[in-house]
T-cell receptor, first 111, second 114 residues
């Protein structure tokens, strides 16, 4: 099955700086890669997703880049704000369309 | 639109007891999922329904877990008997289509087994 890993497990950034989280996957057949944000005690919420026919996607301060050859994709958050503090989960679709989630990255934005 | 509704929010039971969770998906979403999220880990799919049929239950511990979605809308997930390692947040999610589609999660049920 699909193996999804996220690095680093915890990331601290100064408010206003950029944050980058990298996710690697193992199944070359994966074709859908979403990122979810989960604040403490709350539900995971989709913040951005990308499909394998696209290399980059941007939505305001958030962007995702995909490198299919290297089998990794990254979440980029620019001009970080305190409300960006959360756990971010990446996921990759398996061959049967099941989503395999990573263990999550804790992002802490320091005011 | 109303989100995915789940109940209860919290449940504490002793091992070997049984427990049931309820989920009402977003109106019009034919696909419903139950995920287990253990503390410090990402969500793990337990079962996926398309309308009232099971699409994927390969990771459901069928000796103790069961789920149903009889009328293709609401769903219940049951654990009987519970074990200590079942302590987790049980998340229900729904999506408009079953393939490569954004998941809309409910707030989850936090289960503690003592």
């Amino acid at each position: 099955g699909e193996n999804v890993e996220q690095h680093p497990s915890t990331l601290s950034v100064q408010e206003g700086d950029s944050a980058v989280i990298k996710c690697t996957y193992s199944d070359s057949a994966s074709n859908y890669f979403p990122w979810y944000k989960q604040e403490l005690g709350k539900r995971p919420q989709l913040i951005i997703d990308i499909r394998s026919n696209v290399g980059e996607k941007k939505d305001q301060r958030i962007a995702v880049t995909l490198n299919k050859t290297a089998k990794h994709f990254s979440l980029h958050i620019t001009e970080t704000q305190p409300e960006d503090s959360a756990v971010y989960f990446c996921a990759a679709s398996e061959g049967n369309n099941r989503l395999a989630f990573g263990k999550g990255n804790q992002v802490v934005v320091i005011p | 639109e109303a989100g995915v509704a789940q109940s209860p929010r919290y449940k504490i039971i002793e091992k070997r007891q049984s427990v049931a969770f309820w989920c009402n998906p977003i109106s019009g979403h034919a696909t419903l999922y139950w995920y287990q999220q253990i503390l410090g880990q990402g969500p793990k799919l337990l079962i996926q329904f398309q309308n009232n049929g099971v699409v994927d239950d390969s990771q459901l511990p069928k000796d103790r877990f069961s789920a149903e979605r009889l009328k293709g809308v609401d769903s219940t997930l049951k654990i009987q008997p519970a074990k200590l390692e079942d302590s987790a947040v049980y998340l229900c999610a729904s999506s408009l289509v079953p393939v490569n589609s954004p998941l809309h999660f409910g707030n989850g049920t936090r289960l503690t087994v003592t």
